[in-house]
Structures are given as C-alpha cells and as structure tokens.
C-alpha cells in the first residue's frame, strides 16, 4: 500500500518554474512506477509524466515534452514534477499516482494523492 501527498503548486506568472513534490509512505514505494496527471475544469483527467520504479525510464505527454522532467529520490521517498517555460494552459490541479506499470490512463494506477493547485498566470 502507498500514500501520496502533493505539494507545491501555487500561483506563477507565464514563463515561470515551479516544482512539485509528492511524498509517499509505505514499505513497497520503490516496487511502483510513479506518474503525473492533471485536471483542468471541464476536461479529463489528462497525463503529464510517468517514470519507472527505478527511475532509469520516463515519458512525457506531447504537450509538456521538453518542458517538464520527472525525476524520483526512493531514498526519501519522494518523486518530483519540475515545470518550466510554464503556460496558461498547464493550469489545473495536479495529481500524484503509483501504479505497477507505466501507462498513461488513469486506470492503471492504483493510489493518488490529493491533488495540488497550479494556476499559471499570463
């Protein structure tokens, strides 16, 4: 079992960073890949990144590749979303998953977080 908590989403202007954590807890974190979604009002649930278990391996969604890297410390059990070159349209609430595979529907993930607010401002 894995607990997700995200953290540090807040308000940037357009072009702006910012980065966001999701801390887990469990003794199997490093058994799951990881991943990013986010939500805008109105729109499905969308992917963002996902990375491997081992961190070795990642992808990206067309729309923030080249943008955004995923990036996981097991030691702390933490995985992290850096957001650069940030736009109007990446505003929406984000989500932390854990999953056994690396897929890019939500489905496929078993555990989320509660989601943290990025509001990107032009």
């Known amino acids: 079992q894995v607990q997700l908590v995200e953290s540090g989403g807040g308000l940037v202007q357009a072009g702006g960073s910012l980065r966001l954590s999701c801390a887990a807890s469990g003794r199997t974190f490093s058994s799951y890949a990881m991943a990013w979604f986010r939500q805008a009002p109105g729109k499905e649930r969308e992917f963002v990144a996902a990375?491997?278990?081992?961190?070795?391996?990642?992808f990206y969604s067309d729309s923030v590749k080249g943008r955004f890297t995923t990036s996981r410390d097991n030691a702390k059990n933490t995985v992290y979303l850096q957001m650069n070159s940030l736009k109007a349209a990446d505003t929406a609430v984000y989500y932390c998953a854990a999953g056994r595979g690396m897929g890019d529907r939500p489905y496929e993930y078993d555990y989320w977080g509660q989601g943290t607010q990025v509001t990107v401002s032009s």
């Open positions: 990375i491997s278990w081992s961190g070795a391996r990642t």
